[in-house]
């Protein structure tokens, strides 16, 4: 928990941070070419692609969520009614973080360690997409599916008092049939669009994997929380639902490799197009911030604007 007084130091460093990131955003914009090969267990997918634009409102996002100590957001999907009529859905995820750059617990890494060749990937991306994890036998996905991917997921930081709102489009990972599967396969080149490969990173890029990368997430749960995704259906009748001796509540998985677990896991990665972000530490004086992802000849430029809160 932040004291009261960190967390008003930490706004008016937000605003400095803020004017300086405006400053700095068109040199920050031109960063150099590099080749993205993305190594999949099929072999290995090359694209010749920009690095993107690290996003201004990114590393001050990061800092608020470093002081909060455990930080759950509200994701919204779009569903549909059985009129067809549009309708959303919400409910509450534990973000992961900036995909994929999830810091492991120890247990985790010793999981890893213990279970996967060279402890799992080199760290050879960054992004400012974030992530959180799932099961494909909820609803949400599907919902992905049928409405172009739109998502928004918001954080209230309440002892920052500052709220977070990221719109954008989101792709999910971990499809244990890798790029057999339509979706896991646009899905990966989707999120490659956003990867920055991070300074001097290059010579590792071809040994970098995505089962690895979704192996680290699922690693990152303990073991009863791995059990999870050995449940019965989520959101299905008890009643309707027969029983199976692999499904069941309460069992502890310490395999990462686990198939029935494994096949009902899942890493969703929001790709954001637009960040708001509203300041609430002076009440007499709150701050908005919006940032766009626009389309511009040398590749996407975030556009800052502060807007009446
Ligand atoms: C504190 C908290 C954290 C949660 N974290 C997740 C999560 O990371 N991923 C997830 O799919 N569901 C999570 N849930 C469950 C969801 O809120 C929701 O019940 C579930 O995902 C089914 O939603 P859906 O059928 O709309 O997909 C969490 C719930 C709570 C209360």
């Known amino acids: 928990m932040v004291p009261a007084s960190a967390a008003v130091s930490h706004q008016s460093s937000l605003q400095v941070a803020l004017r300086r990131l405006s400053a700095i955003k068109l040199d920050i914009g031109r960063s150099p070419s590099s080749s993205l090969a993305l190594s999949t267990k099929a072999g290995t997918m090359s694209t010749s692609s920009k690095n993107p634009q690290r996003a201004p409102w990114r590393d001050i996002l990061d800092s608020q969520l470093k002081q909060t100590a455990a930080y759950d957001f509200t994701v919204a999907t779009v569903g549909y009614d059985a009129q067809q009529r549009p309708v959303p859905r919400l409910r509450t995820c534990g973000c992961r973080g900036f995909f994929p750059e999830l810091e492991l617990n120890p247990k985790g890494q010793e999981a890893m360690d213990q279970q996967v060749e060279g402890g799992g990937n080199p760290p050879v991306f960054e992004s400012d997409m974030l992530s959180f994890t799932t099961d494909p036998r909820m609803e949400k996905l599907s919902q992905l599916e049928s409405s172009g991917h739109a998502v928004e997921a918001v954080f209230w930081l309440k002892d920052l008092m500052t709220q977070w709102r990221i719109k954008g489009t989101a792709y999910v990972i971990g499809d244990p049939s890798g790029e057999d599967s339509q979706i896991e396969k646009s899905s990966r080149t989707e999120i490659s669009k956003a990867l920055r490969v991070k300074g001097g990173a290059d010579?590792?890029?071809?040994?970098?994997?995505?089962?690895?990368?979704?192996?680290?997430?699922?690693?990152?749960?303990?073991?009863?929380?791995?059990?999870?995704?050995?449940?019965?259906?989520?959101?299905?009748?008890?009643?309707?639902?027969?029983?199976?001796?692999?499904?069941?509540?309460?069992?502890?998985?310490?395999?990462?490799?686990?198939?029935?677990?494994?096949?009902?896991?899942r890493v969703v990665v929001i790709r954001p197009e637009q960040v708001e972000c509203l300041d609430l530490t002076d009440q007499e004086n709150a701050k908005r911030w919006n940032w766009t992802l626009v389309d511009g000849d040398d590749g996407s430029q975030w556009d800052e604007i502060e807007l009446w809160p």
């Open 203 to 265: 010579s590792d890029v071809a040994k970098w994997t995505w089962q690895n990368a979704v192996t680290k997430y699922f690693a990152n749960h303990s073991p009863v929380a791995r059990g999870f995704f050995r449940n019965p259906p989520p959101g299905q009748p008890k009643s309707s639902t027969t029983s199976q001796s692999d499904l069941k509540l309460g069992q502890k998985v310490l395999d990462l490799y686990d198939p029935v677990a494994r096949a009902n896991f």
